[in-house]
């Protein structure tokens, strides 16, 4: 029986033989990395932008899904009271006489909500629900505007405020109503906002749109005179403390004028230009007749002030916002104790 022979050349060696070049030692590239993308496809997923629904989300959702709600649906159903009827003609007069119009209801001084109300009239048709619809608009813009305050009273206080002014009962009937009262507190809320953003970042923009503001304010309602005194009063409160409190009050003084004159006085000039072509309705209206019927509607003497008091401000306050002035009472009073508090820890 034969013997197979043994070809030295296909034995097994330790090692990589002389013979063998190294084109044939270099490892094969596995083809599946061939066919892998040019793109790192693990970077792209990991800086994909991430979308996180909070607790505060929620909550923002569910007070703006009510205060929609609240304020549209059915916005005609109720019938006008005398005020808003009156002041649904004066609108409906504008759009069909145009400027001859302005004049044609003694005592009724239109303003620049009602004219934006006329040209919805005009670009729509007339109705009920049309009449209301810049007011409750506004409405919803003031609960927007509680988002806003996030960077001055910080995520729960804005939540509070925009609950609070969603919830509310009387701010969602007049909203529903049209009285234009609303419209004058969400131009106050505006104004107080960008001022507040102006402690940071001053400019003469800033100062411009405050002045527009402040003229919206104080142009569309007779409560804006009121409320304008209210937040002048508690501002030179706090002005005053202040200054009783620092050190070098005049150089203070002198520094900050020298600093914020020009905002200062940019302001000044449009929000004096601006409540004068808006409460005249662009001068069709003798200044002087206008700002006495609007002083007399916003402030009367002590003793109407009280029986009107009696009558309106308190059954309002003591019923239908109870709860609201009871958490209100509560939150300031936790405010001024964590204040004191601190200061004295």
Request: positive net charge.
């Given at each position: 029986?034969?013997?197979?022979?043994?070809?030295?050349?296909?034995?097994?060696?330790?090692?990589?033989?002389?013979?063998?070049?190294?084109?044939?030692?270099?490892?094969?590239?596995?083809?599946?990395?061939?066919?892998?993308?040019?793109?790192?496809?693990?970077?792209?997923?990991?800086?994909?932008?991430?979308?996180?629904?909070?607790?505060?989300?929620?909550?923002?959702?569910?007070?703006?899904?009510?205060?929609?709600?609240?304020?549209?649906?059915?916005?005609?159903?109720?019938?006008?009271?005398?005020?808003?009827?009156?002041?649904?003609?004066?609108?409906?007069?504008?759009?069909?006489?145009?400027?001859?119009?302005?004049?044609?209801?003694?005592?009724?001084?239109?303003?620049?909500?009602?004219?934006?109300?006329?040209?919805?009239?005009?670009?729509?048709?007339?109705?009920?629900?049309?009449?209301?619809?810049?007011?409750?608009?506004?409405?919803?813009?003031?609960?927007?505007?509680?988002?806003?305050?996030?960077?001055?009273?910080?995520?729960?206080?804005?939540?509070?405020l925009g609950a609070m002014l969603a919830i509310s009962p009387t701010l969602t009937y007049y909203s529903r109503d049209g009285a234009t009262a609303v419209v004058s507190m969400t131009a106050m809320l505006?104004?107080?906002?960008?001022?507040?953003?102006?402690?940071?970042?001053?400019?003469?923009?800033?100062?411009?749109?405050?002045?527009?503001?402040?003229?919206?304010?104080?142009?569309?309602?007779?409560?804006?005179?009121?409320?304008?005194?209210?937040?002048?009063?508690?501002?030179?409160?706090v002005g005053a403390f202040k200054l009783a409190t620092h050190d070098h009050r005049r150089l203070r003084i002198r520094v900050w004028w020298q600093r914020r004159r020009a905002v200062v006085v940019v302001?000044?000039?449009?929000?004096?230009?601006?409540?004068?072509?808006?409460?005249?309705?662009?001068?069709?209206?003798?200044?002087?007749?206008?700002?006495?019927?609007?002083?007399?509607?916003?402030?009367?003497?002590?003793?109407?002030?009280?029986?009107?008091?009696?009558?309106?401000?308190?059954?309002?306050?003591?019923?239908?916002?109870?709860?609201?002035?009871?958490?209100?009472?509560?939150?300031?009073?936790?405010?001024?104790?964590?204040?004191?508090?601190?200061?004295?820890?």
């Open positions: 029986m034969a013997m197979r022979e043994e070809n030295p050349e296909h034995r097994w060696r330790l090692g990589v033989d002389a013979r063998t070049s190294a084109s044939e030692v270099q490892p094969s590239r596995p083809a599946v990395a061939e066919s892998l993308p040019s793109r790192d496809v693990s970077h792209a997923r990991l800086a994909r932008p991430v979308y996180v629904v909070t607790v505060e989300h929620i909550a923002w959702g569910a007070i703006g899904v009510w205060a929609v709600l609240t304020r549209l649906v059915a916005l005609g159903a109720a019938p006008m009271n005398p005020t808003g009827a009156i002041a649904a003609l004066a609108e409906f007069a504008i759009v069909k006489d145009g400027r001859a119009a302005l004049a044609a209801i003694p005592g009724h001084y239109a303003s620049w909500p009602e004219l934006l109300q006329g040209a919805v009239f005009g670009a729509i048709s007339a109705g009920d629900a049309r009449a209301r619809i810049v007011v409750a608009i506004c409405g919803l813009i003031m609960v927007k505007l509680a988002f806003a305050t996030r960077r001055c009273v910080g995520r729960a206080g804005a939540l509070a505006a104004a107080i906002l960008i001022a507040e953003s102006m402690r940071s970042k001053p400019g003469v923009i800033r100062g411009a749109a405050l002045g527009v503001s402040i003229a919206l304010w104080l142009s569309c309602d007779a409560t804006g005179y009121a409320s304008a005194a209210t937040v002048a009063v508690a501002a030179a409160c302001t000044a000039i449009v929000a004096i230009v601006g409540w004068l072509a808006l409460t005249t309705v662009w001068f069709s209206y003798p200044v002087a007749d206008v700002s006495a019927a609007k002083w007399r509607a916003a402030f009367a003497l002590p003793s109407v002030a009280f029986e009107r008091g009696l009558r309106n401000v308190i059954p309002i306050l003591g019923f239908y916002e109870f709860a609201i002035m009871a958490l209100a009472i509560v939150g300031a009073a936790a405010i001024v104790a964590d204040k004191a508090r601190s200061r004295f820890a």
